[in-house]
Nanobody, 129 residues
Framework: VQLVESGGGSVHSGESLRLSCTAS????????MGWFRQAPGKGREGITAIGLDDITTYAESVKGRFTISRDNAKNTLYLQMDSLEPEDTAMYYC????????????????????????WGQGTQVTVSS
């Protein structure tokens, strides 16, 4: 399984970015996938995930500003980030779980790292004021 993120960059406050995560040897369709981020000196934070039946969940820090989605035909996961703030500056990672774990874990665990078996290499997002 390979996950490759793209779309990161440097923007100013209030601007938008869309991250992509293209999967190989893995189907994004109806599996648990998520986006995590890690800022310098901080731990990895789960910010949004999508699971079975396209159920989504968001961390409070991004709710209303970020949107997770997936395109099954392109086998790609997306993260639309609007109204970006300097506090959003971090390395962003795509993550994917094995199907059996996605079926066992509840939605309340979708932002927990142990759910995920596969990780991308990350893409940097920098937001300046």
């Amino acid at each position: 399984v390979q996950l490759v993120e793209s779309g990161g960059g440097s923007v100013h406050s209030g601007e938008s970015l869309r991250l992509s995560c293209t999967a190989s040897a893995y189907s994004v369709n109806d599996n648990c996938m998520g986006w995590f981020r890690q800022a310098p000196g901080k731990g990895r934070e789960g910010i949004t995930a999508i699971g079975l039946d396209d159920i989504t969940t968001y961390a409070e820090s991004v709710k209303g500003r970020f949107t997770i989605s997936r395109d099954n035909a392109k086998n790609t996961l997306y993260l639309q980030m609007d109204s970006l703030e300097p506090e959003d500056t971090a390395m962003y990672y795509c993550a994917a779980s094995d199907s059996w774990k996605c079926a066992v874990y509840s939605r309340s665990s979708y932002l927990d790292a142990p759910l995920y078996n596969y990780w991308g290499q990350g893409t940097q997002v920098t937001v300046s004021s």
